[in-house]
């Protein structure tokens, strides 16, 4: 019948108010009004109910087609009575609540959208009168099944119309391919040529529109150069001001140094007529004297020693500032070099570069070596152990066969004695097996006993090498203090001119601040060689503390003091800046108050930035050469002399003033000593007055070096004020990678970080000559997909046709058909490469952030391979995590397309080094073998075993066999971001073959499937909270235990002679063994199976540190080891894994861990207590 929901509402609520006031609505009213309170309602409501039924009214004679739907009476009636009994329970105030969602649920227009709508009345007429969503579906059904009706039509129309476009499309391109040909063959040089005037005279048309169009040159010169002019005068006029305020000051120093200087002059000329004065009355008076003695003799020489001992002590106090002076100032040609300190490492990179990777070959062929000598170690003493226990079962057979026969023979001979001994079975058969104990146990410990020879042979090699190592370590900083200092030659005026204009105004502080840190540590030495790590950044490269103590060697050797210990040696990364913090403490000024050790640890960027340059403007390191073979040392030693010797005859002249002390020294020297005597202090005059003309030129020097030095000084401290202004703020540096934000809380400036720019160029630059053949080839490919779909449409349209299956290969293209398509693809032009090319490049730029990060978790996965690149397992993980391999689009990508564009980004240089990196470990391999010798386990015969006594693994061994291998296998490799991100462009192309442009599919790729599923990496976060001072104190508490179980896991590097020396470390293996042994690593089936293999390996790969360049392990080790300050960061990502929940703090789960799981079970390995040795 009619629906209520098609027809005009108005019609309906008329139709309903006709029933409401007819007799049986007048009765359904009241009798609804009264179901909670009358029994009888029921049954009434029952055959009123009944009567709106079809059939009810049928048995009335009425139309059923007609009649009134009674699902909408039934459900206002439910409505109604649920309404009176929530009424009902008004104590439950929720009750009220929910019936309103329930009618809202089963009634359209319950809850209306018009504010203005009265709310509907909650009786039997309010409820009638409202639209039941059960009556607008039923009405829907009609109109949707009409629609998929007209849907298939269209589909199937669709269909035949791409059938007829396609064959269309083949008769044309047959017409339009015989056409070219006879183009090619008849007009082609008319076309050409027709062609290139046409396209020269568009060019032309196009560049003299472009010229009508755009705006002139010399428009934009003009306002350009008036900005600029405006903008150099606003320059010009703060720099004036500042160096009119700054040379006033040093004018007015300068004019203090002249004046000091005209009045030692004059002092020194005044001493000099007093001295000639002074010797013509010393011979007048001595011919007085010789004439008569009278008092005012004595008086005159009084006066005149006071005269002379006065003048000596001014002359000599003047000295000793001005030497103070030049002590203290920076010299000019060392700030110069600061500036150059740059260029001076881009300089040296390639053979630093080269040094290193011949360091990583003598590395490589060291720990190809250990291996296989480990490896035969290890099949030696299977075999022995097998020998070991046979021989141990065939010496004690054989031996309690002796012990009982020894024992029989006691009792022989015992017979027919006062101690007979009587014969017993139970002490023949201990005997008998006390002699087979002794004999197996003899057995055994000659076995252990070559097993401890061998190992202790191996330990003594390790020893004796270091020890002439540690010789070479000592013997090389001396040269390479006086190699360094005889290569670095002071630069030309125009760069030291060059470099003070760069320092003061150019580069910016942070740059600045980076180049005086570059300048000292280039200068430095760690381990008795040249200290080659970068600082880069103010985070990563400080975090662990190595160069800082480094720097603090260079700027600070005069409070270091023996307490401090080698720091060389120091693999704590806690005690390495608690050590250099105390160090800046005693410095004078103290250059601490601010920094801790949780601040570096936790890599903040601002206050590592202020305490460098609090360091760089109290303690430069700058100073002039004060060396021992330097001027000053000599003037020094010269000044110091004169000083002694003004003493000494200060001594004497204070002697003439005294009639007695005269007398005295009159008897005991004779004329000639005394006219030694004054001869002496003449001398001392002469060297004085010398000695200030030596000082003079160092004293220029000095000027010139304050002069140099002061407007970079007052430029990094107003900077130092900055940085203390970003954190008085509490605001945060913006991530790399992100723009600055003030809303966000951002620093309104960024550090300079060479780290992240370098890393920036990786993850965002593709090689365009590749992009190109990629373009051609996604075009191709394109057509070649779209081919071959056509194609089996048309196959499968013709089998249904034919009324057949589909052969095996029908539905494929054929080699002619394939030619077809890759001869009509038109090679991309220059124009749109370069469009394309930095399209993509600039979507990369723009997720920098989020692609970076995806790049480094997956990078970090556990199944082999290093930890900053990406295998093959790792790409298809990433691929699966993004959702975007196989499904059922026949437009989308192959799975086999996947692991395509994956192997598609290898390139020639990568076969190559791949090629040259197999050879080189083939070639140490042989070489290891060479040094190593025979095999000693190939001596010994094979044990065989019968198939009764082999023995299954136990849950044990099952327990400590690796799942996965730490290395890649034969074949495979790892790409690092600039292949991967071509990959990822390759997935783009092949995968959305229906967007036209390269961008917007890679832009879809990455917004839609790559930043939405794929996980992240996020370290940065993880170690500001282990750098927490609660952390902290866990790790330093436990620090022996700690450092216990390490060193047991980690071994020491066997030293590379003229290499620097490397850290104790973990390779994979053994950390695995640590976490095994510590009951750590669990397995499936486990009661808690909350850190798998997979998820410790990829703890390990998380924790590596990023080393500058490949082959270098100046900064963790090496990207396969695992160094002191990565194995505490490891013990808090387990933590993390054990004790999930959030809620808890890292240092109750750090804490935890180690006390109720890792050290109980280490108590049987590395906390093992040695046993003491009884008294």
């Not at 790590?533 to 720097?551: N, Q």
């Not at 190559?912 to 080189?920: D, F, L, M, S, V």
Request: some cysteine; charged content about 35%; aromatic content about 8%.
């Amino acid at each position: 019948g009619d629906q209520s929901v098609d027809k005009d509402q108005r019609d309906v609520r008329r139709q309903i108010e006709e029933y409401l006031s007819s007799e049986m609505g007048s009765a359904l009213e009241h009798v609804s009004s009264n179901l909670t309170r009358d029994g009888a309602s029921h049954d009434a409501m029952c055959k009123i109910v009944h009567d709106l039924t079809p059939a009810g009214q049928m048995r009335d004679g009425m139309d059923a087609k007609s009649s009134f739907e009674p699902n909408r009476v039934s459900t206002a009636i439910s409505c109604q009575f649920l309404n009176q009994v929530s009424g009902n329970l008004s104590q439950f105030m929720h009750l009220q609540t929910i019936c309103e969602e329930l009618y809202s649920f089963v009634y359209k227009d319950f809850k209306s959208d018009d504010p203005s709508a009265e709310a509907a009345p909650k009786e039997l007429r309010g409820f009638m009168h409202g639209m039941p969503f059960f009556e607008l579906a039923r009405s829907l059904r009609v109109h949707v099944t009409r629609l998929e009706e007209e849907r298939k039509e269209l589909e199937a129309e669709e269909a035949q119309l791409v059938v007829r476009r396609q064959v269309r499309k083949r008769v044309v391109r047959r017409l339009i391919t015989e056409r070219q040909r006879q183009l090619m063959h008849v007009f082609f040089g008319q076309w050409r040529t027709t062609v290139a005037k046409i396209h020269e005279k568009r060019m032309e048309l196009m560049k003299w529109f472009r010229k009508l169009t755009e705006i002139k040159v010399s428009d934009v010169f003009k306002a350009w150069h008036a900005w600029m002019i405006k903008s150099q005068l606003e320059k010009a006029k703060r720099e004036k001001s500042e160096y009119e305020w700054m040379m006033g000051t040093l004018g007015e120093e300068l004019t203090d140094a002249k004046n000091k200087e005209s009045k030692l002059e004059k002092e020194l000329e005044f001493c000099t007529t007093e001295k000639a004065r002074l010797e013509k009355e010393l011979e007048d008076t001595l011919a007085a004297i010789h004439a008569q003695k009278v008092p005012e003799t004595m008086e005159v020489i009084q006066q005149m020693g006071q005269a002379l001992s006065y003048i000596g002590t001014t002359a000599m106090g003047n000295i000793e500032p001005i030497i103070k002076e030049i002590e203290d100032a920076p010299d000019y040609n060392k700030i110069a070099k600061i500036y150059w300190s740059q260029k001076e490492e881009d300089d040296n990179a390639e053979a630093e570069t080269a040094k290193i990777q011949e360091e990583a070959k003598l590395r490589e062929e060291r720990e190809i070596k250990r291996k296989k000598r480990e490896e035969r170690e290890k099949k030696l003493q299977e075999k022995e152990k097998k020998l070991c226990e046979k021989q141990a079962e065939e010496a004690a057979a054989e031996a309690k066969i002796e012990g009982e026969e020894e024992y029989k023979q006691g009792i022989e001979e015992s017979k027919g004695e006062e101690d007979e001994k009587k014969f017993k079975r139970e002490e023949m058969d201990a005997a008998g097996l006390r002699a087979a104990k002794k004999a197996a146990d003899g057995v055994r410990k000659y076995y252990a006993d070559r097993q401890k020879a061998r190992a202790k042979k191996v330990a003594d090699d390790l020893a004796e090498k270091i020890r002439l190592y540690k010789i070479e370590q000592a013997e090389n900083e001396i040269r390479w203090h006086r190699e360094r200092k005889e290569n670095d030659p002071d630069h030309s005026e125009e760069e030291v001119a060059e470099a003070l204009k760069g320092l003061t105004t150019d580069l910016p502080e942070d740059v600045v601040l980076q180049l005086w840190v570059k300048f000292h540590l280039r200068r430095a030495t760690r381990g008795g060689f040249g200290y080659r790590r970068k600082v880069y950044c103010y985070t990563d490269d400080l975090r662990d503390g190595v160069s800082y103590g480094v720097l603090m060697k260079r700027i600070g050797a005069h409070v270091i003091t023996e307490e401090d210990g080698n720091m060389d040696e120091e693999i704590d990364p806690q005690v390495r800046i608690d050590t250099m913090m105390d160090q800046s403490h005693r410095l004078e000024p103290p250059a601490t108050a601010f920094n801790t050790r949780g601040h570096i640890l936790g890599q903040d960027a601002m206050l590592n930035a202020a305490f460098l340059s609090r360091l760089m403007i109290t303690h430069s390191g700058c100073k002039l050469e004060q060396s021992e073979d330097s001027e000053i040392h000599a003037l020094k030693a010269r000044y110091a002399e004169i000083k002694k010797n003004w003493d000494t005859a200060r001594a004497f002249i204070s002697k003439f003033s005294v009639w007695d002390s005269w007398v005295q020294l009159r008897d005991t020297n004779t004329d000639e000593q005394l006219d030694e005597i004054l001869a002496s202090i003449e001398k001392i005059a002469v060297d004085l007055t010398q000695l200030r003309e030596d000082l003079k030129p160092l004293q220029a020097l000095a000027i010139r070096g304050q002069q140099a030095w002061w407007p970079i000084h007052n430029r990094m401290q107003q900077w130092s004020w900055k940085l203390f202004g970003v954190k008085v703020k509490q605001e945060e540096v913006a991530p790399n990678g992100v723009d600055i934000d003030p809303e966000k809380n951002h620093a309104p400036f960024k550090l300079k970080d060479v780290r992240f720019e370098r890393k920036f160029v990786k993850f965002t630059s593709l090689q365009k000559h590749r992009i190109r053949d990629l373009i051609d080839y996604t075009h191709f490919f394109d057509a070649y997909k779209e081919a071959e779909i056509v194609k089996r449409l048309e196959v499968e349209e013709k089998c249904r046709e034919e009324k057949r299956k589909m052969e095996d290969g029908e539905d494929e293209l054929t080699e002619d058909e394939v030619d077809a398509i890759r001869n009509g693809i038109v090679p991309v032009t220059d124009e749109d490469l370069d469009e394309i090319h930095e399209g993509l490049e600039k979507l990369f730029r723009q997720h920098y952030f989020d692609t970076s990060r995806i790049f480094k978790y997956y990078a970090a996965g556990g199944e082999g391979g290093a930890a900053t690149d990406i295998s093959l397992a790792e790409w298809w993980q990433m691929s699966n995590d993004c959702q975007y391999p196989g499904g059922k689009d026949p437009n989308g990508i192959e799975k086999q397309d996947i692991e395509r564009c994956f192997n598609e980004t290898e390139t020639e240089e990568e076969i190559a080094k791949a090629a040259e990196k197999k050879a080189r470990k083939d070639a140490a391999s042989a070489k290891a073998d060479d040094e190593l010798g025979p095999d000693e386990g190939d001596d010994l015969s094979e044990v065989e075993e019968d198939e009764d006594e082999k023995k299954e693994k136990t849950e044990e061994e099952e327990y400590y066999e690796d799942e996965y291998d730490w290395d890649l296998g034969e074949g495979e490799r790892e790409i690092g971001p600039e292949p991967w991100i071509e990959g990822i462009v390759r997935v783009a192309c092949y995968k959305f073959r229906k967007i036209e442009s390269i961008p917007d599919r890679l832009k879809k790729l990455i917004e839609e499937f790559i930043i939405p599923n794929a996980c992240k990496s996020n370290t940065d976060t993880f170690r500001g909270e282990l750098s927490l001072d609660e952390v902290q104190s866990v790790y330093k508490v436990l620090k022996p235990q700690i450092m216990k179980i390490f060193r047991f896991y980690a071994r020491v590097h066997e030293p590379i002679p003229g290499a620097p020396p490397q850290e104790p470390s973990m390779d994979g293996p053994a950390y695995m063994k640590f976490c095994k042994d510590s009951r750590l690593v669990t397995r499936k089936g486990d009661l808690r199976h909350d850190f798998p293999e997979l998820a410790c390996r990829k703890v390990f790969n998380d924790t590596q540190m990023e080393e500058e360049e490949e082959g270098s392990i100046d900064a963790g080790g090496g990207a396969d080891e695992m160094i002191y300050m990565e194995y505490l960061e490891a013990l808090g990502a387990i933590a993390c894994y054990k004790f999930p929940n959030p809620y808890i703090p890292l240092q109750i789960k750090l804490d935890d861990m180690l006390k109720t799981i890792c050290f109980p079970n280490q108590d049987k390995y590395a906390l093992k207590k040695s046993k003491k040795k009884k008294k």
